[in-house]
């Protein structure tokens, strides 16, 4: 959990409800902002397993990034 994610959840209830229950998007801190934003958007249009499969295709067409 974040500072930000753990300092609403001490200050409002209903919000550390809501922290607690929704599920973390998966950005790796190495990754760049760039593809983190395309694997979102691949993972909003497309079911997971889809979409990973997916994503997993289209980046390795670009293995040089």
């Known amino acids: ?3 930000s994610e753990l300092h609403l959840s001490n200050t409002d209830d209903r919000l550390r409800e809501v922290i607690e229950t929704t599920p973390r998007l998966k950005v790796h801190r190495n990754k760049d902002l760039y593809l983190a ?4 958007v691949a993972s909003q249009q497309l079911s997971g397993k889809a979409a990973d499969t997916i994503f997993g295709r ?3 067409l670009f293995k040089d990034r």
């Open 58 to 60: 289209f980046c390795d």
């Open 37 to 40: 934003l395309l694997q979102s």
């Open 1 to 3: 959990m974040t500072k």
